[in-house]
């Protein structure tokens, strides 16, 4: 598998029922962050999470981290129509030559 | 609210031929990035560029690829004798203290179609 690799592919489910989207990496990281990509369109960062902390909160959004799992996880509460997207998590390595890599991504349908 | 801004939103283009993308990014921002996407599949690191020089680039950015800040606002990225499998979505982004502070803002993006 590679970093960042997200799961399930793809999400459909009925406004207001809660999403939750998983993202597994393979290697140590300094971050892990959650961005928006709607279709045909650039990508809106959403949240970041530290390797040192293990859940934060932003609005609708929960994302929770498990470095000893590398995993972590973006819940969406009370969806709406509007969050269909494609949700790609995104890990920054440690190290020197640390970059931002994205996974393949998760393309989640919110039905009205 | 400021934004990164990146022409042309599509081009076209002949296999062989030169391509310059060109992307404004958020003008206080210290650190700039090139990534691709083709259609359907994952976003691709391609370079990051910091204080006027290259910091880390991915196995695509071979020779073909070059990036430039030619002045103080614009960031560009020079693909040389384009390839059909250039064909991608390429992104623009920037971020003020790199991607170990926060967040990276991105552009819409430059679509490329090689023929």
């Known amino acids: 598998s590679q970093q960042g690799e997200e799961d399930p592919q793809a999400l459909s489910i009925q406004e207001g029922e809660n999403a939750t989207m998983n993202c597994s990496y393979k290697?140590?990281?300094?971050?892990l962050q959650w961005y928006r990509q709607n279709s045909g369109r650039g990508l809106v960062h959403l949240i970041l999470i530290r390797s040192n902390e293990r859940e934060k909160h932003s609005g609708r959004l929960r994302v929770t981290l498990d470095t000893s799992k590398k995993s972590s996880s973006l819940l969406i509460t009370a969806s709406r129509a509007a969050d269909t997207a494609s949700y790609f998590c995104?890990?920054?390595?440690?190290?020197?030559?640390?970059?931002?890599?994205f996974g393949k991504g998760i393309t989640l349908s919110v039905r009205p | 609210e400021p934004e990164v801004t990146q022409t042309p939103s599509h081009q076209v283009t002949q296999m062989g031929q030169e391509v310059i993308l060109r992307c404004v990014p958020i003008s206080n921002h210290l650190y700039f990035y090139w990534y691709r996407q083709i259609l359907g599949q994952k976003v691709e690191f391609l370079v990051s560029f910091y204080n006027n020089e290259i910091s880390e680039k991915s196995e695509i950015f071979d020779d073909q690829f070059s990036v430039e800040r030619p002045d103080g606002s614009n960031f560009t990225l020079k693909i040389r004798s384009t390839k059909l499998e250039d064909s991608a979505m390429y992104f623009c982004a920037s971020s003020l203290g790199g991607g170990n502070t926060g967040e990276l803002f991105f552009g819409e993006g430059s679509r490329l179609t090689v023929l």
């Open positions: 290697t140590s990281i300094n971050n």
């Open positions: 995104a890990t920054l390595t440690t190290g020197a030559n640390s970059k931002l890599t």
